[in-house]
């Protein structure tokens, strides 16, 4: 009874592991390991036992039946029985497989940072002594005293021709206060005021009668008349504060022929111009007294004289004359005395140096005392110091420079 019992046990055993591996015919079991021999042993006693029908027990029939259902299903699988025999004979041929490799993970690259630009400096804001210079090519710029903000088209923006936007050429040029300029569009017999901001937004003051031929230069008195320098007429007008075109002759035909290209307002209300003479030596500065007209030679002093083609005529805040000499290269700065002037610009004659002028056409007085001085052949601004010594090119142009002068805000 014992012996049977443990065959019967043995048989069970070995049935568990034939019905839980699934095994037929093939020495290797369904989880891919190979057996070993008692695994063998076992299998192969299940196997006959079931065929013997009896040696386990006739208690084991159902477990046997089930064993032979499994062979029988085992032996016509070729799914299950020719890949793990095949490639359990591999495995006993060349030993047990080369794992595959476990792939690297793949890093997500990190992303570049974005660079951040670098905020632009914030130029600095135009204000008052900035520089206003025309050209000869139809326009009015202005170039920041301070800073590098680059120069700002500010007249003539719609280039040549009759528009308010446009001009004709630019000779003479005045900065009047609140920002604005005046410009004098000789081929257009007209004078414009224009604000300095870039929009080129001008307004005809002077010529829309038709009565100026030739402006060349403006000044402007304290109760805002304008004053106009007419080469070819011969005279000085002052025209209507108000900007409607009216204007008076103040210099008469009975008045020696003069061929007037600058003019000025000095502080007691007197107005003063340069006579060309024709390009001859001897040209001279003329006073026209407050509110007086040049009748004849006697109403209308000479203040400066001996000249040699006077491009226009200044104040500085001492009262004296400040006088460009394009025939000489130079600015002179004349008391009110004919032959007392002195070079304060172009001591060194023609030439480009700190100390040279090519055609100084016009000049201005800055509020510090400097001159400024349209320096037409160097293409260049050039600002002297009130006390001679030398120059220094503020502005350099790629257009020749015509006049020039600084804001007033």
């Known amino acids: 009874m014992t012996g049977a019992l443990v065959k019967h046990a043995a048989c069970a055993v070995v049935l568990l592991a034939v019905a839980s591996f699934g095994l037929g015919a093939c020495d290797v079991a369904p989880d891919g390991h190979a057996m070993t021999t008692e695994e063998l042993v076992a299998m192969s006693c299940a196997l006959d036992a079931s065929k013997a029908n009896g040696d386990c027990g006739d208690e084991e029939s159902s477990t046997l039946m089930q064993v032979k259902n499994l062979e029988a299903s085992l032996s016509n699988s070729k799914t299950w029985r020719n890949p793990p025999c095949h490639w359990a004979r591999r495995r006993r041929r060349h030993g047990p497989p080369t794992p595959a490799p476990t792939p690297a993970p793949t890093l997500a690259p990190t992303p570049a940072p974005t660079p951040q630009p670098t905020p632009a400096p914030t130029p600095a804001p135009w204000g008052a002594g900035d520089y ?20 700002m088209k500010v007249a003539g923006c719609r280039g040549e021709g009759d528009g308010t936007d446009q001009l004709g050429d630019a000779e003479g040029l005045l900065a009047v206060a609140g920002g604005d300029f005046l410009v004098v569009d000789r081929p257009n017999a007209r004078v414009l005021r224009c604000p300095a901001d870039g929009s080129c937004d001008c307004t005809v003051v ?11 230069d403006v000044a402007l008195m304290s109760d805002g008349r304008i004053v106009i320098a007419d080469w ?36 007691d209300q007197s107005i003063v111009f ?5 390009g001859a030596p001897g040209a001279k500065v003329y006073r026209i007294p407050p509110d007086g007209q040049c009748d004849n030679s006697s109403s209308c002093p000479v203040v400066v004289d001996s000249l040699r083609w006077p491009g226009s005529v200044r104040i500085a805040a001492d009262g004296q004359y400040v006088v460009p000499e394009l025939g000489y290269n130079r600015v002179q700065k004349c008391p009110d005395a004919p032959l007392s002037c002195i070079t304060v610009a172009g001591k060194d004659g023609k030439g480009d140096g700190p100390q040279q002028l090519d055609f100084p056409r016009r000049a201005a007085v800055a509020a510090d005392g400097s001159y400024l001085v349209a320096d037409v052949e160097n293409f260049r601004v050039q600002r002297c110091p009130a006390a001679v010594g030398d120059c220094q090119a503020v502005v350099v142009s790629m257009y020749e420079v015509w006049a020039v002068d600084e804001t007033i805000l």
């Open 274 to 278: 340069t006579d060309w003479n024709d």
């Open 206 to 216: 002077a010529g829309q009668a038709g009565d100026l031929q030739s402006p060349q």
């Open 232 to 267: 070819v007429a011969g005279t000085i007008w002052k025209c209507s504060a108000s900007g409607d075109g009216t204007c008076v002759r103040i210099v008469g035909s009975e008045f020696q022929p003069v061929t007037p290209t600058g003019v000025a307002v000095a502080s």
């Open 132 to 151: 206003l210079f025309a050209s000869n090519v139809s326009e009015v710029w202005r170039c920041p005293r301070v800073g590098s903000r680059p120069c």
